[in-house]
């Protein structure tokens, strides 16, 4: 049951993977994309104040990035 | 997979999110008319406005073409040509251009390209040869006399500084006659849009990377006026490491030494962005410089 | 040679005038003077910090955040400050600092109880007495016996008393904190961009150095990017009185260890790639190996008797000493005409036990060119480690690890937010957010004794977070 969904879920990643060649806008049609509120992060300071308030208190961190949190108050 | 070989037939129109978009192959350069608009009918006008706006300044003034008017000019030599009003406007426009850059952007120039081939070798034309073409250069030997042009023996004039950017603004304007849409025309690079898109939202233009065809070095907000890039991503020569990019200096015959590898400029019109950026290569490593000085919005890749 | 000393902006002028003639003779639609220079003094517009390729900028955020807990709980004041330089080869250097001022009560860590319970703890300053005031939160100092084999100068406590059915807290906490951190990245060769970092925290009783690299290469014309970073953390903890004995009753006895270690290696693969015209999604994989201590050396768990459910004794907490963790981070950006939508999921699952998700979404909607409101939400929820007892009972044989910590039961941890954005010109923004934060937990945990049954046993955590920022672009 497990290998099974195993399988499935990498036959899916081979698929985006594969995908990815041709996937994707045009230079001239990157004109959303360029705005700054489309950057991956575009308030850096307010994403690490507010990873920091979650890191300590809550016991997951990380996956947008690095999980340490660079303080003792977890 | 390989692309089609683009023919006069080339014209496509496509749907691209809320705007049409028509590309058709031009002036040895892929071009191109956004508009905003739901109406496919309303934009292949536009289209076919603008691609014969293109072909028009193209038949007319291409070096190439002996039945253009450059090249009616170039064959008549000495014996001198009157030339319509378009024409004067223009060669009014290159003097004007030439008195402004202490002689630096000069219409003239193109002899030099005799000696220089700027294919991506390293191979330089011999001093002497240059030296043979330099007395076929430069502006104040021809006789202006509006609207009469004369040329010296051996000397030509290419407007090929000016022709492109100058479609741009023609094309952009004929479009507009048609329908008052947001629009943005692009004719290989050199482009200008109507205005702002509906809601005040800007265009973004991609400038192409100098490295490698279809990277990009940056995304411009144009929200009105125009873009004009000089540069040398494929033409250029490269010996003993340096590289001679092929803006070259109509006084010493031979490339700008340490241009910018490319200059995009925003300005009002496309023949202004065009002057200026042409302007700017040929200031070579001060480029950046002067464009700071003169307060222009610029963009340099070195 | 040019003899005359062009003036700013001269060669500029006479460009646009020989331009302007040219197509005034062509195209009456688009010519004239006027236009042109409305569209020189045209200074409007949405925020670009994108001066270009091939232009050197800096960018300056200063933001502050101010945050506060109910009920007299953790308040926080944290300005920070960044600055980044960015060449006009694609290098960047950033420096950036925080400074934190945190005080107010926390749980220690033991269960209501239906009596007053007393809770002794050491001094913050050791052998200062006069410093560490009974006023400060409503703590006694007092004077204790010299214990054979430890030092000879712990002989005061501080001793704090918590009234009947109320959830203990040591109101004497407070802390200041300072911190560094410096990166550098640039392109290099044929890879898009490489780069290293480093930080510095440091607290009266933790310091944290860290380090890190990164490499990032992006395909498909620019649509695709793979980044991987490697990260690594080292924390030293130097509590107040000492390293206490895991599991060891809670006294105020000064401690001969004093500092541990803790040490963290980490790496996130990351694949962002760009849909479509309008559509971003990046996809992170993080993986994560702490070791070394992590115990909280202040924090307790209380030993209940096993008829009454009364608190008896309270013990330092313990962890293991090794936690691995990995973690499954999607993130869609989505632009859809006059609003932006950010949805982020996360799976997240560790070696303590500990399996969670958040959900994380935000909606900017754009008012004009100059405005934009985002209101925003963010659901977690997560399971217990599998150490954590809200208490332990006597006459049971005492478990390896243990841990009454709220942040390691299981919660569900709701925020709502709005933000407001004023873009105040093309280089610089300002912009407000307030979030509300509310944690909600079994407050009556099924098989509960004696007392137990009716005291709140989720120390439940609500706080106000307000956050302001400034963001400037300039050459």
Redesign the interface.
């Known amino acids: 049951m497990r290998t099974a969904a195993r399988t499935v879920f990498l036959a899916g990643m081979a698929l985006a993977l594969a995908g990815c060649a041709s996937l994707g806008p045009k230079p001239w049609e990157k004109d959303l994309m360029a705005r700054h509120e489309m950057l991956v992060d575009p308030y850096p300071l307010q994403t690490a104040a507010e990873d920091h308030v979650y890191f300590s208190k809550e016991a997951s961190s990380g996956g947008r990035g690095f999980a340490g949190g660079g303080c003792g108050c977890n | 997979m390989q692309a089609a070989p683009e023919t006069e037939a080339s014209r496509r129109i496509t749907r ?2 809320p705007d049409y978009h028509v590309s058709f192959h031009a002036m040895a350069t892929p071009c ?1 008319v ?1 508009v905003e608009t739901s109406d496919a009918a309303l934009a292949e006008r536009i289209g076919i406005a603008v691609e014969a706006e293109a072909r028009r300044i193209e038949l007319k003034f291409s070096r190439y073409r002996v039945d253009s008017v450059v090249g009616r000019i170039n064959a008549a030599g000495h014996l001198g040509l009157v030339v319509d ?2 024409t004067s ?2 060669l ?2 290159a003097r ?2 030439f008195d ?3 002689g630096m952007f000069d219409i003239t120039s193109g002899v030099l390209r005799r000696a220089w081939h700027f294919d991506g070798s390293d191979r330089l034309p011999g001093a002497q040869r240059i030296l043979d073409l330099l007395p076929l250069v430069g502006w104040p030997k021809v006789s202006w006399k509006p609207p009469e042009l004369k040329l010296p023996p051996g000397m030509e004039i290419d407007l090929g500084g000016l022709a492109k950017e ?1 479609a741009v ?2 094309a ?2 004929e479009a ?2 048609i329908a008052p849409l947001p629009m943005l025309v ?1 004719f290989g690079g050199d482009l200008r849009v109507s205005g702002p898109r509906s ?2 939202i ?7 990377s100098v490295e490698k065809s ?8 144009l ?3 125009a873009l004009a890039t000089s540069g040398d991503a494929r033409r250029f020569l490269l010996r003993d490491g340096v590289r001679y990019s092929h803006i070259l200096n109509p006084r010493t015959g031979w490339p700008v030494k340490d241009a ?1 590898r490319s200059v ?1 400029i925003a ?3 496309c ?2 962005a065009g ?2 950026a042409t ?1 700017a290569m040929l200031k070579g490593r001060r480029a ?1 410089a ?1 464009l700071k ?4 919005r610029a ?4 | 040679m040019q003899l005359k000393k062009r003036r700013r902006g001269n060669v500029r002028k006479s460009l646009a005038r020989i331009s302007a003639g040219l197509l005034a003779a062509a195209l009456p639609p688009l010519a004239g003077q006027a236009a042109a220079q409305s569209y020189y003094d045209d200074a409007s517009g949405t925020r670009n910090n994108n001066f270009g390729p091939g232009f050197t900028y800096s960018q300056l955020d200063a933001a502050l955040l101010v945050y506060q807990e109910a009920g007299g709980r953790v308040g926080a004041i944290e300005p920070t400050a960044n600055l980044s330089m960015h060449a006009a080869d694609g290098r960047q250097l950033s420096i950036g600092g925080v400074a934190d001022s945190v005080s107010g009560a926390t749980p220690n860590g033991a269960v209501p109880s239906n009596l007053p319970q007393n809770f002794v703890t050491p001094i913050k300053a050791q052998g200062s007495s006069a410093s560490v005031t009974s006023a400060s939160g409503g703590s006694t100092i007092i004077k204790l016996p010299p214990t054979p084999g430890q030092l000879a100068t712990a002989a005061l406590g501080r001793q704090y008393t918590v009234p009947a059915n109320t959830l203990p807290m040591d109101k004497g906490f407070h802390d200041h904190r300072a911190a560094l951190n410096g990166a550098w990245a640039q392109p290099l060769g044929g890879i898009t961009e490489i780069g290293v970092g480093a930080g510095y925290s440091r607290e009266s009783d933790y310091q944290s150095i860290t380090a890190n690299t990164h490499l990032s290469q992006n395909f498909n014309a620019n649509n695709t990017t793979m980044s991987l970073s490697l990260n690594s953390e080292f924390d030293s903890s130097f509590p107040f009185g000492g390293i206490p004995t895991p599991l060891s009753v809670m006294n105020a006895q000064w401690k001969t260890q004093s500092t541990r270690d803790k040490t963290q290696l980490g790496f996130v693969l990351g694949l962002t790639q760009v849909m479509t015209r309008s559509w971003l999604t990046q996809f992170n994989y993080a993986f994560d190996q702490q070791s070394g201590y992590q115990n909280d050396p202040y924090r307790i768990v209380s030993v209940v008797d096993p008829a009454s459910g009364v608190p008896t004794q309270s013990l330092y907490e313990n962890r293991p000493q090794s936690r691995q963790s990995n973690s499954f981070y999607w993130d869609n950006k989505l632009d859809l005409g006059p609003t932006v939508t950010d949805l982020s999921l996360r799976y997240f699952t560790d070696s303590w036990g500990i399996k969670s998700v958040t959900a994380d979404l935000a909606e900017r909607l754009n008012l004009g060119s100059a405005f934009y409101v985002e209101p925003s939400a963010r659901y977690y929820h997560q399971s217990a480690a599998n150490f954590f007892h809200s208490y332990l009972v006597g006459g049971q044989a005492l478990p390896a690890y243990a841990t009454s910590d709220s942040r390691l039961g299981s919660f569900t941890g709701t925020t709502f937010g709005a933000k407001l954005g004023w873009i105040v010109s093309k280089r610089s923004e300002f912009y407000v957010k307030g979030e509300y934060y509310a944690q909600s937990g079994n407050s009556h945990p099924a098989g509960a004794i004696g007392q137990l049954k009716q005291q709140d046993l989720f120390p439940k955590t609500s706080a106000a977070i307000a956050f302001i920022g400034y963001s400037w672009d300039f050459h």
């Open positions: 691209l999110g191109e956004r009003e378009e406007s223009l009014e426009c004007q251009c402004a850059s202490d100058y603004d023609r952009l304007a507009l006659a692009n809601g005040g800007p265009w973004n233009v991609a400038i192409e279809g990277g990009m070095a940056g995304m411009l907000e929200r009105e006026g910018p995009t300005a009002y019109s023949v202004e002057i200026t302007l950046e002067f000085r003169e307060g222009i963009w340099c890749i070195r």
